[in-house]
C-alpha cells in the first residue's frame, strides 16, 4: 500500500512540471521551470483539470515569451466533480493571440488549491488567458503561504494571486 502511494505521488509530481501546445503556432520561447515536492495533483471524475507548475497552450498564436517559473512546497491540487480547473502556479492560454510577454512566477508553500463540484475555478499564482488579444506584457509575482484557496458548488471561482484576461 505504502509503495503504491508514493508512486502516484511521483507519477502525479511528474505530470505536474507539464508542458501542452495543442493546436498552437508558438515563435518565441515557453519556459517551464518547476521544482514540486511532496505535492498531490488530483482530477477526478468528468472533465476536470488539475494544473500545478504546469504550462499550458491551446488554439493560440504565441509570439514572444511564455515563462512560468513554479516553486510548490507541500502542497495539494485537486479537482473533483465535473467540469472543475485547478490552477495552481500555472500558465493556461487557450483561444488567444498573445505578442509580447507572459510571465508568472510563484512560489506556493504548505497550500491546498480545491475545486469541487460543477464548473468550479480555483486559481492560486496562474495566470489564465482565454479568447483574447494580448499585445505587450503580463506580469504576475506571486508569493502565497498557507494559503487555501477553494471553489466548492456551482459555477464558483476562487483566484489568489491569479491573473484572468478573457
Excluded: R, W
Excluded at 43 to 57: D, H, L, P, R, S
Excluded at 58 to 71: L, R
Excluded at 91 to 103: F, R
Amino acid at each position: 500500500m505504502f509503495k503504491k502511494v508514493i508512486v502516484m505521488v511521483c507519477i502525479s509530481v511528474f505530470l505536474t512540471t507539464a508542458m501542452a501546445f495543442a493546436g498552437s503556432d508558438i515563435k518565441g520561447a515557453v519556459i517551464n521551470k518547476s521544482d514540486v515536492k511532496g505535492a498531490a495533483n488530483i482530477a477526478i471524475n468528468e472533465k476536470n483539470k488539475a494544473n500545478m507548475g504546469a504550462t499550458n497552450i491551446e488554439d493560440s498564436k504565441v509570439k514572444g515569451a511564455v515563462i512560468n517559473q513554479s516553486d510548490v512546497k507541500g502542497a495539494a491540487n485537486i479537482a473533483i466533480g465535473k467540469g472543475n480547473e485547478a490552477n495552481m502556479g500555472a500558465v493556461n492560454i487557450k483561444g488567444s493571440d498573445v505578442k509580447g510577454a507572459v510571465i508568472n512566477k510563484s512560489d506556493v508553500k504548505g497550500a491546498a488549491n480545491i475545486a469541487i463540484g460543477e464548473k468550479n475555478k480555483a486559481n492560486m499564482g496562474s495566470v489564465n488567458i482565454k479568447d483574447s488579444k494580448v499585445k505587450g506584457a503580463v506580469i504576475n509575482q506571486s508569493d502565497v503561504k498557507g494559503a487555501a484557496n477553494i471553489a466548492i458548488g456551482k459555477g464558483n471561482e476562487a483566484n489568489m494571486g491569479a491573473v484572468n484576461v478573457k
